[in-house]
């Protein structure tokens, strides 16, 4: 063989097992991306599903190591330095959602830039495939990490790889948004469809615009999925970091790892309050972007509390950013940590760890100026929440190419009269109630605790570290975390926010390892006191058994219960379709049968709003079929449409080419474009004939034949448009439209917002 052989099949031999390595993602992401593969999910189900399943379960491990490759070039590139896991994930998801900002503003967010970019990057890490870490596995060590692998099991199976046809936000909000920037190859907006607040909230998180390109919008919750682990290893690293276990003994601090794993468990099934028991962390709308933001928030707090090195400086600088830039408001929290950060590395002169603090805050400062830049401009205003704030420096020139400002008037009204209370003097007597829940569950573990290490002092006895001297950790850290949980859950309790109770349910996750944090410094105190009741062998063994029987008991009882309760084995084993799930209650047949009976012509629904969530975005039906009430090109023209006479609405929706209109029977869900004089009894049977009709609906059209609309079904829709303004009066003194409409003074009371559900269920 000459020279140039024998390299060319060393160069093969190197290179070809780790190419094969590809070989399960490249089918996967093939078959995901099949044509029809939605629809057969929905409606059909069998091996299809059960395939489905497999190929994400695949996916899933390669996503979450193109994520940790990413943070290890990064590292590479700039800090020299030995890393972590933990900073590898954030740092690496970090730079990738900075990264598809930026090819997305570019527009050259292409699938083949993308899978590229990230094959050339897988390569390169499998190079480190030949040096694994050590660790020693212990039975405490191991048995923990079983339940833990069966909680990831159940949430994964259950929240990650069903497709979430539940929520009516994801749907409208968040998957639109991503295949919208699958097809534009852009995060900019196609002027025919106009998704401005998906182009809000969605434009920053770089790392799921990336992923959109080449795999279907549901990889969302995939990468949900991967931020709920990395929420899972940061509780670890603080639960490692705050419990002061090395101070009770040579036999304690060996049960560290156990015990922070088994509080990393807890906290992620963990309800989210107690003793009124609702749905925790785990049962976040994977579909969103609010677990990505909750996990860098926990990083955060390992990021300031942890002695600072420079790794800690670039995670502080590049995950702030990051952050921010994809939603501002975020900022607020960071901004919180940050400061949290500095006041104990000043008390404590940690100039290192006072650098990365303010690091923190900066670069949720640049992420803030960023993301409202770029809102400001393209958009013409920085945020729309809180609308009242910004409104007023809203360029109507700008937004008036995507949307309506009116529209946005409107839903601020309906909103701030269906809540009551923004400042609940309940919320702070529920809080102080929870206070003292936590310091009362840590109490009774450091009691329980003293009683058996004091039995097991006289029963086992084992003097031989007795005498030794050991260090405590920074008090800091556990000051920290009590301060991050205490405001956010103050904030959550006594603002009727919506927004910001969904989004502070992440600090749940810390509530387990906050009570034992307390507990074992008060065991610190009590050893400090009395040194010989912390002399014993199998203290620590018990404990680690009682919380291993808590993480089964609460995984059981919750992740394990939704589980079930969703049928997600029948899913994933048997290949039930998903209209057959039990929780989806959306009618996803009828978008498929007005694709049927319709064709190509425009629907625009006058009521019936929430019942056609599945519809507007769907991917069964041609793009912009069914238009969606304030985010397209007829809510663009709102003020025509809505707020302008029957004439100049009627030839705004011709202009358009809007020809059907879409009366859901019982329902009197109308919503602004419902109310439209056009749409009025008098006009109903001078412009309007009968297409077709249903059991369950009436579909108009324009009158320009001999076609004419029924008197029964005139009669039948101005029935239920003139209940639904009743239901709106009774719920809110007003009617929200017409003070919109007639720019009235909004000075109705809120009355029985109850009677809302009557929207949807009435005659």
Known sequence: MTVGEVRLRAIIETWWPRILIFVPAALSIWFVNRTGTYRTLLFDGGWTTRFYVLAWIVLTAYLGWLIMATGRLAFSLIKHEPTQRVDEFFVGAAALILAGVGLGALSILYPQIVVGFAAVLLLWDSRSFGKPRKLAVTLPLAATSLMGLWLLATVFLDRA?????????????????????????????????????????????GLHLLLATFLPPHVAQIVSFLYFVGIGAVIFELARLILPLQALGRRWEDAAIPIALGLAILGLAWPRTMPSVKAGLYIMEFGKYHLQTAAFFVYFLLVVIRSSQARDRLAAGICGLAVAASYPLYAAFVFLISSLGVFTKVLQRDR???VTSLLLGLGAVGGCILAFSINYF??????????????????????????????????VLAQSLEVSDFLSKAGVVAFIRQAKSVLLVATLIAATTCAISFLDSKLFPDRSDFMKKRTLPSVAGLFIVIAYVASVRLLDMTLNIPSLIRLSIHVNALFPLAAAAIAFWGLVIVRWLVPTVFVGRFAPNVAILALLAACAWMTASYPWQSFRDDGAIAFAARGRSLIEMPRVSLNWQRCDELQQSTGSDRILALNGYRAMVPCYFSPLLTRGKVIHTYQSDVARNFSKIALGSADTAEATLRSLGVKLFYVQKQNCDFWLNGFSDLFQSAELEKRFALHSETPNYWMLTWRDGGQTLSPEAEAGISALRTRSKDIYRQA?????????????????QRADVTVLGQLMTCH
């Open 732 to 748: 809110y003194g007003i009617e929200p439209f017409e003070v919109v409409k007639h720019r009235l003074s909004p000075n109705g």
């Open 352 to 354: 290192s760890g006072l």
């Open 378 to 411: 393209y958009l013409g205003i920085p945020a729309t929440n809180p609308y009242a704030l910004f409104r007023k420096i809203a360029s109507v020139e700008r937004f008036s190419q995507f949307g309506s400002l009116e529209i946005l008037d409107f839903f």
């Open 161 to 205: 790889v069903i497709p979430d046809v539940i929520s009516t936000d994801v749907q409208q909000l968040y998957a639109p948004y991503l295949a919208e920037v699958a097809r534009n190859h852009s995060i900019w907006l196609a002027a025919d469809n106009p998704i401005f607040s998906d182009f809000e909230i969605g434009h920053g998180n």
